[in-house]
């Protein structure tokens, strides 16, 4: 799994709606706000997800999406573990400093300093403690009324994705469904299932060694 793969897995935030009939503008607002106060909160998040990566089409025929499914776990400050069980078994892990992904079939790992701020670009950076919806993204409510709440993210300084959207439901305040729109139009949907916050995270689930006879490619870092 390429690194390309995992900058667009996954957008997350957690929210309950305003009352329906508020302005689009006041919504969106009520539950950033709303988003931003309850990731305060959370220590430690674990979850079941689908993912399913939609490539935009440039003039030909719409291209097959990838779909993928297993397991993500998050902690503060800036951790992470995503394992995926299909449609081949790979490993994406980040002890805040540095990320690998593993590739299991071709037993290859692949390792990246991070930066400051690089999380951003997965659109991740609210569930690790890191960046404010309202300083940083120009919000609008798609949907405040019914079942889900539809948002939209756009980013007011220069990103390594085009948009963010959120699908969440208003009653338990719980995810539906994520995307991450990328600079060439390709949308990334994650959906959440069976989550579970502050359970608790054993810290070695954030670090990762190659095991013996993996070949290991150094990365650049991210400007």
């Known amino acids: 799994m390429g690194l390309c793969r995992f ?15 508020a302005a689009d503008g006041d919504c969106a607002r009520a539950v950033a706000e709303r988003v931003q106060r309850r990731y ?10 689908e993912q399913r990566t ?3 089409s440039l003039g030909g025929a719409p291209a097959e999406a990838l779909v993928a499914s297993g397991e993500v776990v998050f902690a503060k400050p800036g951790k992470m573990r995503w394992r995926y069980e299909s449609p081949e078994p790979s490993l994406v892990v980040s002890d805040g400093a540095t990320l690998w992904i593993y590739d299991e079939k071709a037993r290859e790992a692949q390792k ?13 950076q609210f569930l690790l403690g890191e960046g404010k919806l309202l300083d940083e993204f120009e919000i609008t409510a798609k949907q405040c009324a019914g079942a889900t709440v539809s948002l939209g993210l756009v980013p007011k300084r220069d990103a390594q994705y085009e948009r963010l959207e959120l699908g969440v439901d208003p009653k338990s305040g719980a995810v539906l469904e994520t995307v991450v729109v990328d600079l060439f139009g390709n949308r990334t949907v994650v959906a959440f299932r069976g989550m579970r916050e502050n359970a608790g995270a054993e810290p070695g ?3 990762f ?7 290991v490619l150094e990365m650049p870092e991210p400007h």
């Open 7 to 21: 900058v667009a897995v996954v957008a997350l935030a957690i929210a309950i709606a305003p009352p329906a009939q």
């Open 54 to 56: 939609e490539r935009a």
């Open 209 to 215: 060694e190659p095991p013996p006879g993996a070949r």
């Open 112 to 124: 990246l300093a991070l930066k400051e701020g690089y999380l951003s670009a997965a659109g991740v």
């Open 205 to 207: 689930l954030f670090r």
């Open 40 to 49: 305060e909160k959370v220590r430690d998040l674990h979850a079941r997800f």
